[in-house]
């Protein structure tokens, strides 16, 4: 079966050899989607120091383009924000981040509840504090 592959020109360049989306049937599943900005390694509300060391995280900055990033590869595939069915987020501080991710996830959620899990991991490939791995419908 055939799975067409999506890349997006607006959305940050996938960090490994993977699409930013793969469509089977109706759905459309996003590789994990992070923060950075499309043409460089900036990370908006990422301080870091000379050897690539976080120094300091903004996490509602980061939620905010971690939305961003997500809905212009859903664009971007033929899909939409009102059409995500399933979220998976990865938080790396739980304690000190949820509740703030927590509210800006509701600002962007409210008129679409998917279902949606959290999960708390030690690290992400980059340095970043937050990744969404997201299903929609086409």
């Known amino acids: 079966m055939?799975?067409?592959?999506f890349d997006s020109n607006?959305?940050?360049?996938?960090?490994g050899l993977y699409p930013h989306a793969r469509q089977v049937g109706n759905l459309l599943f996003l590789s994990g989607v992070g923060p950075r900005?499309?043409?460089t390694?900036?990370?908006?509300g990422v301080e870091l120091d000379d050897d690539g060391n976080i120094v300091s995280y903004d996490?509602?900055?980061?939620?905010?383009?971690?939305f961003n990033n997500v809905r212009m590869i859903l664009e971007d595939s033929g899909s939409?924000?009102?059409?995500i069915v399933d979220v998976t987020v990865f938080l790396t501080n739980m304690k000190d981040d949820f509740k703030t991710y927590n509210r800006v996830y509701a600002e962007y959620f409210k008129d679409n509840l998917p279902c949606r899990t959290?999960?708390?991991?030690?690290?992400l490939p980059t340095p970043i504090a937050i990744e969404l791995k997201v299903i929609a419908t086409v």
């Not at 390694?41 to 908006?44: D, M």
């Open 10 to 15: 607006r959305a940050p360049e996938p960090v």
């Open 37 to 39: 900005e499309r043409g």
């Open 80 to 83: 939409s924000w009102d059409k």
């Open 118 to 123: 959290t999960v708390e991991i030690n690290c």
């Open 2 to 5: 055939s799975a067409p592959k």
């Open 41 to 44: 390694k900036k990370i908006p």
């Open 59 to 66: 996490i509602e900055k980061q939620c905010h383009s971690v």
